[in-house]
């Protein structure tokens, strides 16, 4: 079985994963790991952490002269801001009065800080910050890069751009597979508009000196994939559900959209269903249009997978909203430290990482095999089957 696992606080040591499942010989590059990283630090809007941190992996086991063994795959990476916080970390709240600022007492609408608090008896909101916080997030998108390269093995390329920024769309929404891959990785908002992108750093900059914070829209496209991953035999073999659930799953968003999704609901089938037609050379059945954004029945059709997830503003304002002090129970401002005025072009690198381990958990499904050469030789069996049908 695919699968993979993350541990590790915001502020603590080091954030930790394991992805099992892999097949032996898959050449890993630790570059490519760490050029997501990057990507995933990125982007206008972000607060002080990122300056702070330079996220690396370090692989600690199941790569041998830079391939896979077929045995789990650990990998780390360091928190440089551990160093700040160790002292914060290590107090123990019992030993603080109860005004002492190093313990979280004021609990941010919108974050998992009341709710976690409450569940877990934690009279030190920090003790549910540290997992709730989007730092995680770097771990899962070390995770992905080493799916994404399982499937680059088989022809499978994943990108994303931002398409809506604090209510400002990008034009046109929907970008080809080319215009998306010429956003340079540095671009401020990775909208693919120049002009557009300039009102989308007015946008933030705006949000930022009245203390407030935005959301938006990324989209992640997967190009090359092959007809037939997921299942419409049962409820949870289904690819759009188990997308949906992980993307879902990135903190802060609250919408998750297949093709033309929402915008769908409200249209003629005429407008939204894509004709199907077929390529006698290449003896391949394909879609006029790609509305459905690569998913039928919860099968992918062979067309381009489009999934956007839409994020809610975060939850950290500079200007707090009133909350209620957990031990006084009075009236009082939500606590503020630091934080991000906008994610989503972090976000949009993190839904990449989602979608590339949902596909490799798919891929892994479909085509089985200890090693890569066994994969590929039953991947290529079914492409045979395919252009026999
Ligand atoms: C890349 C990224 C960075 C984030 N940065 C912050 C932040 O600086 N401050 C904050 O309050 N929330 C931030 N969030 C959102 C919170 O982690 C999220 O809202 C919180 O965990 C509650 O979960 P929920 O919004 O999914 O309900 C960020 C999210 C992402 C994806
Ligand atoms: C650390 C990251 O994001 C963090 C996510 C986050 C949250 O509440 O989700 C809150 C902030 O944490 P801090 O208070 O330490 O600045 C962000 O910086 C990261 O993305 O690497």
């Known amino acids: 079985m ?8 915001s502020h603590g040591r080091a954030l ?3 992805v099992e499942g892999m097949p032996a010989g898959v050449p890993i590059s630790v570059e490519a790991i760490d050029r997501d990283l990057e990507r995933r630090q990125w982007g206008y809007g972000r607060g002080g952490r990122q300056r702070i941190e330079r996220d690396r992996a370090q692989i600690l086991s199941g790569v041998r002269h830079g391939r896979t063994l077929g045995s789990p795959i650990a990998l780390m990476i360091e928190n440089r801001d551990w160093v700040n916080w160790q002292d914060v970390m290590a107090v123990e709240p019992r030993d603080l009065p109860p005004e002492d600022a190093r313990q979280l007492k004021r609990p941010r ?4 800080d009341l709710a976690g608090g409450l569940k877990f ?4 909101l920090r003790d549910i910050l540290e997992r709730a916080s989007a730092r995680e997030s770097a771990a899962r998108v070390a995770c992905g890069a080493i799916a994404k390269q399982l499937l680059i093995e088989f022809g499978i390329e994943i990108r994303s751009h ?3 920024l604090g209510g400002i769309p990008s034009e046109p929404l929907e970008l080809d597979w080319s215009s998306i891959v010429a956003i340079p990785d540095d671009a401020p908002l990775r909208c693919g508009d120049a002009g557009i992108e300039k009102q989308m750093v007015a946008r933030v900059d705006e949000a930022r000196r009245e203390g407030d914070t935005l959301g938006g829209i990324f989209e992640v496209v997967a190009r090359g994939v092959v007809v037939g991953l997921g299942s419409h035999v049962s409820w949870e073999a289904k690819l759009d559900g188990r997308l949906a659930q992980a993307v879902m799953s990135i903190p802060a968003v609250k919408a ?4 033309a999704g929402v915008r769908a609901a409200a249209l003629p089938g005429s407008q939204v269903h894509d004709e199907i037609a077929y390529d006698t050379e290449a003896k391949r059945f394909f879609h006029r249009t790609n509305r459905a954004g690569g998913l039928e029945g919860g099968i992918t059709n062979g067309e381009e997978l489009r999934v956007r997830g839409y994020l809610k503003p975060i939850s950290t304002l500079r200007r707090p909203l009133r909350s209620v002090d957990i031990e006084t129970k009075e009236e009082s401002a939500a606590a503020y430290e630091r934080s991000d005025t906008t994610a989503v072009p972090a976000a949009g690198v993190i839904g990449e990482a989602m979608v590339a381990l949902v596909l490799a958990g798919a891929m892994r ?3 089985g095999g200890d090693s890569l050469v066994e994969m590929k030789r039953n991947f290529q069996m079914y492409l045979d089957q395919l252009r026999d049908y």
């Open 2 to 9: 695919f699968r993979f696992t993350t541990a590790g606080e």
């Open 16 to 18: 930790v994963a394991i």
């Open 109 to 112: 609408p919108g974050h998992a």
């Open 121 to 124: 008896n934690a009279r030190d």
């Open 162 to 164: 931002v398409i809506q």
């Open 256 to 259: 998750v959209e297949i093709g």
């Open 365 to 367: 499904e479909k085509f």
